[in-house]
């Protein structure tokens, strides 16, 4: 009887732990093992298009700071092939971080995630951006840079312009089999977060704009989780700055805050406004409608 073979993703995720757990020790042996244990497992949280993969490298940059050991898995609520995971699942793959283990997902502000990312040992980065830049990377992502994307064939085959697009995001998709949420659905999930004191929450604006403040909160917040820094907060601060490389991110194309201004027209700014303009005042990116 001929035995089944092990598909490539049960394989990869099989080499995955092995590393993983090689990398635990040689950070044992480097940083000790106490040291390590009290180290808090960080998760790098964001929405899709939001400056989730900023926001590893910053905390990637952590494992010369300090015992902290990047286990190179993919995001929590996904699969090696990028599918969605079931909560149960997720909630298993958050709850196999052990201290010092650095990850990231695409979660949601909701039981069981809140309780399970707010107990002691475990620190969480929240990062959101202006919803008029994140829709901009949307459809270009959907667009011309994965073509397996679930709304790829709407935006190329059914609408026409980057106008369409701009308003099929914000207002949401419902139609021939595609779907997609409008904007202010895909914050609800999201915004709780914000609420949480156990959470940190960091602009995407803020990483870019105004980093090393950005970076002395998270080094504040990690203190505050249990981490013991040995540098400097100069040293540290330039440490996760020569982390960073967006170049090397595969979704990588501008990440240019206020980029949405090259591309909403007056149409798309009306519909925003109908739709969502508080959600902008909520997130304090504008103080009114006047824009």
């Not at 090689?22 to 940083?31: F, H, I, K, N, P």
């Not at 997609?180 to 895909?186: R, W």
Request: glycine share 8%.
């Amino acid at each position: 009887m001929r035995e089944k073979s092990v598909s490539w993703p049960v394989f990869k995720h099989w080499l995955k732990l092995g590393r993983w757990r090689m990398r635990r020790s040689v950070t044992a042996l480097r940083w000790g093992i106490e040291e390590l244990a009290k180290s808090p497992a960080v998760l790098g949280n964001a929405m899709p298009k939001s400056g989730s993969h900023l926001i590893i490298q910053v905390l990637q940059g952590l494992t010369h700071l300090g015992p902290f050991v990047n286990p190179g898995f993919p995001p929590v609520n996904r699969t090696e092939d990028n599918r969605n995971l079931p909560v149960e699942t997720v909630l298993a793959n958050i709850h196999a971080m052990r201290p010092g283990d650095i990850g990231y997902g695409y979660l949601h502000a909701r039981q069981p995630f809140i309780e399970a990312m707010t107990r002691q040992g475990r620190a969480m980065v929240f990062v959101y951006r202006d919803p008029r830049d994140m829709i901009v990377s949307h459809v270009f992502y959907a667009t011309e840079m994965h073509r397996g994307h679930g709304m790829h064939r709407y935006y190329t085959e059914v609408l026409r312009t980057m106008e369409e697009r701009i308003n099929a995001a914000i207002g949401g998709v419902d139609e021939d089999g595609f779907e997609l949420s409008n904007i202010n659905v895909k914050y609800e999930r999201y915004l709780d977060w914000l609420q949480i004191p156990e959470v940190l929450a960091l602009r995407f604006e803020d990483l870019i704009l105004d980093r090393d403040n950005a970076l002395v909160c998270l080094l504040k917040y990690l203190e505050q989780r249990g981490f013991s820094p040995r540098m400097t907060q100069e040293q540290s601060v330039s440490t996760l700055k020569e982390a960073i490389a967006p170049s090397r991110s595969g979704t990588f194309r501008k990440g240019k805050p206020g980029n949405w201004q090259e591309y909403f027209t007056p149409a798309n700014k009306r519909l925003f406004k109908e739709m969502a303009g508080n959600l902008l005042i909520q997130l304090g990116y504008e103080k009114d409608y006047g824009w």
